[in-house]
């Protein structure tokens, strides 16, 4: 028996643009199985780094959405596609502030949609918002 991993079935593909390969962190930026795309969560970092925009929630949550946006169309999809968010928020009384900013970067019918709170998240960050995406529209 081989220690080796497996490699993934052809039907599965890792996607990574050339910004998110600069940043060498360990795991995929997205992955399409079939025809359904699976977003690493996005966090509210300035491209290309892993520095937090300023300002808080608002512009974190702004930041976070506008990453999954250039995510997907680094792909050839856009926002249109998603059709499930998960929301972690480090303190929900940032539920309402966070729906204002959400609300901007999705139209009718809205994707389905999860929250909860979490004590920490990651480089301390006050969002990550996870997309399951679908190839189809």
């Not at 970092?45 to 946006?69: D, F, H, S």
């Not at 979490?118 to 918002?129: C, F, K, S």
């Amino acid at each position: 028996m081989s220690n080796s991993a497996s490699p993934p079935p052809a039907h599965v593909e890792h996607l990574n643009s050339p910004t998110f390969r600069a940043l060498g962190l360990p795991f995929s930026e997205m992955v399409r199985a079939g025809e359904t795309l699976y977003l690493s969560g996005q966090i509210g970092t300035r491209p290309g780094t892993l520095t937090l925009a300023p300002g808080g929630l608002k512009t974190e949550a702004r930041q976070a959405l506008q990453n999954i946006r250039a995510a997907l169309e680094a792909h050839g999809y856009s926002m249109a596609h998603v059709v499930k968010c998960t929301v972690m928020l480090a303190d929900m009384a940032d539920w309402p502030a966070f729906n204002a900013i959400y609300t901007e970067f999705f139209t009718a019918p809205l994707p389905a949609r999860s929250a909860f709170g979490n004590a920490a998240l990651a480089l301390g960050g006050r969002v990550e918002i996870d997309v399951i995406a679908s190839t189809r529209l």
